[in-house]
């Protein structure tokens, strides 16, 4: 087994033993895990650079990860099920989304759990470190990838800030650059662009410079809005898919492990899911076009797979100087093909499909894809179930559910919602969206592990379609919008478009930075309807009983630069007026809430009456609906604050 050591560095009972439900006392259990994988694998041939690392002495390639694991301390009382959620990031995520709690690096007290609702229905649940640029610093976890001693090649970073800035580091945000190899490197180059479309212009080199290694500056500051490129030159980069094994044997030990490896866990799971989120559910859409779902003995990981948020995009997660965390459009993670069958490219002529390798080779796990509103709006969600030009809809295999979470944006929304984004101090010309589709998600898990477990189906996918016009261009929602008193649509609709690394680009190489950009891709959106509200996929109650207009896009702040783009992931809020008085003095065409409900009592009952629907249709579980309902009040009380 791939796995060799596990290291405990700490263990002992979550919140003193205190039982959660039938599921009673849980555990946590935190250290580091080594690895050996063989290099000659017929699975490893397709790990880039992973033949470049130094080799033990026995030829295999040598590195370790951070790892954690909550577990029932009783194992029979458990459900038999891993979760193995992928840190986003660095991050833990999986209590944020399911549990409904913040996330915090080392969950302790009763609040950092939440609804406890993994635990209670069971779940054991872990983590591992796969990103090699993480630092360890504020409980994020990180993998000590194996290098490729020698190698040199191009980096590309993109920088678009919020803030002025004089000096920026070279990564995303707080992650660990890559150094140049030489400060007077006058092979790197900088370029800006005011705003998404237009054209790169070269910054002159005598205006930037290297102010170390890791950081760049430029003469008057980095400009707000603006989107920055560097290409420069570096050495030495870390295997990045070694985080892909580390994914995969973590899965593997868990599962099939003895107890004389140190697995904790050993034979009491009888299945396995992995989640990812965002960053890290474009990383399951690579695991799964690289065909990573057996172990090196050839024994299925993953049961199922849980994609969310990921949009129809991979990522730079198996390339040479590959920055896991760069959420560029025009990346290695927007390239061809996007669905899960066979899809023939009519103008480039290229055929794929994303499970091409994993259904050769056995091993093919059930997969449930959710997206939101946001994902569609910032150009590639549809692409997930369309043909490239949009013509047809394209029909997912029977082993995967496909779903949209209307009308939300990227993350679940916070009543009341706060006035940046807590990850990138962006803000928005309107309200952020309030909609909380942590309920979808938990019914979502619920179902696939009926799925896995017994057989049971779930629900059949729910996407807007080309066949029954709920699938539409963005443009033709405009007018719908532009009624609404102060909403500001944007500018332009971003679109992802062909690109061209060079001829090196299939082994994760990229020779051409920035890539040749080709004829762009047609996506699509949700049909909306006269609120503005989106008409397909999973409708929260939010949507069933609306308080407001809800999507999935929201302009930049003007005090951000280029106000007619797009924030990245952040929605709208854009409430009904409270009365028809206010309503005629606004000329805002949407009913107001009072036109709407008699009272906060009647529309309590509609949520409930809403809240029932979902229960029926398995999108919403029985459990949750007392919060929702709940949260629908308090709802109904700051809308009422807010006015228009």
């Known amino acids: ?33 080594r690895f050996a994988v063989d290099p000659r694998h017929p699975q490893h041939a397709d790990i880039t650079d992973l033949d470049c690392a130094q080799r033990n002495a026995a030829g295999l390639v040598e590195f370790s990860a951070d790892f954690y694991l909550l577990r029932p301390v009783d194992a029979e ?54 990103q090699a640029d993480v630092p360890r610093v504020d409980g994020l976890m990180a993998l000590d990838a194996p290098v490729a001693i020698g190698v040199t090649g191009f980096v590309r970073c993109e920088f678009r800030p919020n803030l002025p800035a004089t000096r920026l580091p070279m990564a995303d945000r707080y992650h ?84 004389d490896s140190g697995d904790p866990c050993a034979g009491t799971l009888a299945r396995a899911y992995v989640l990812g989120v965002s960053q890290t559910g474009r990383f399951l859409r690579d695991f799964l076009y690289l065909g990573l779902n057996q172990d090196e003995r050839g024994r299925q990981v993953f049961d199922a797979m849980m994609p969310h948020v990921a949009s129809a995009r991979r990522g730079e997660f198996n390339v040479r100087f590959g920055q896991p965390s760069l959420n560029a459009k025009q990346s290695m993670g927007s390239l061809f093909p996007f669905t899960l069958v066979e899809q023939v490219d009519p103008l480039t002529g290229a055929r794929g ?126 007018k719908t919008f532009t009624a609404i008193p102060g909403v500001r649509f944007p500018d332009q609709i971003e679109r992802p478009v062909r690109l061209d690394f060079g001829p090196e680009s299939s082994r994760g190489i990229c020779a051409t930075l920035p890539p040749k950009a080709g004829a762009p891709y047609a996506p699509l959106v949700s049909a909306v309807d ?21 999507t999935g896009w929201n302009p930049r702040h003007p005090d951000q ?24 003095r606004r000329g805002d065409p949407r009913p107001s809430i009072a036109e709407r409900y008699a009272s906060r009592d009647q529309y309590l009952a509609r949520v409930c009456a809403a809240c029932a629907e979902l229960v029926a249709l398995r999108h919403m579980l029985a459990e949750d609906v007392d919060a929702v309902v709940a949260r629908a009040g308090r709802q109904w009380d700051l809308f009422q604050t807010w006015g228009s």
């Not at 212009?201 to 707000?224: K, L």
């Not at 503005?532 to 996929?537: F, I, R, Y």
């Open 1 to 33: 087994m791939a796995t060799t050591t596990f290291e405990i560095a700490q263990r002992e009972p979550v919140l003193g033993g205190r039982p959660f439900g039938d599921a009673g006392a849980y555990e946590k259990i935190a250290g580091t895990l």
């Open 77 to 130: 009382r458990g459900n038999g099920a891993l979760l193995l959620d992928v840190p986003n990031r660095g991050r833990k995520v999986a209590l944020g989304m399911l549990n409904s709690t913040v996330r915090v690096p080392d969950p302790t007290t009763a609040e950092d759990f939440g609804n406890g609702f993994l635990m209670r229905h069971g779940y054991t649940v872990a983590w591992v470190g796969w």
């Open 176 to 259: 660990r650059p890559q150094p140049t190899v030489a400060l007077d490197d006058q092979e790197a180059r900088l370029t800006v662009r005011e705003r998404v479309g237009a054209e790169r212009v070269a910054v002159p080199r005598a205006t930037w410079r290297f102010s170390d290694a890791t950081h760049v500056e430029i003469d008057g500051g980095f400009t707000p809005g603006h989107i920055y490129e560097l290409v420069y030159r570096a050495k030495d980069p870390a295997v990045i898919g070694a985080g892909l094994l580390a994914v995969r044997d973590t899965a593997a030990w868990l599962r099939f492990g003895g107890a």
């Open 353 to 478: 499909s994303l499970l091409a390798r994993q259904a050769s080779r056995g091993g093919l796990p059930k997969i449930v894809s959710t997206n939101t509103a946001a994902e569609y709006w910032q150009g590639d969600g549809s692409l997930v179930h369309t043909d490239v030009d949009a013509r047809v809809d394209v029909e997912t295999v029977p082993e995967a559910r496909v779903y949209l979470f209307a009308g939300c944006q990227h993350t679940p929304g916070t009543l009341p919602p706060p006035d940046a984004d807590a990850n990138t101090g962006g803000r928005g010309l309107q309200r952020f969206n309030v909609v909380d589709y942590a309920p979808l998600l938990r019914a979502a898990l619920v179902n696939v592990d009926a799925w896995v477990r017994d057989g049971v189906a779930p629900p059949p996918s729910a996407v807007p379609c080309i066949a029954d016009g709920s699938a539409v261009p963005a443009e033709t929602t405009e």
């Open 530 to 550: 006269a609120d503005g509200n989106e008409v397909a996929g999973i409708r929260a109650v939010e949507l069933r009983v609306p308080l407001g207009t809800f």
């Open 561 to 584: 630069g280029a106000p007619g783009d797009l924030m990245s992931m952040m929605g709208s809020t854009l409430p009904f007026c409270r009365d028809a008085d206010e309503r005629a």
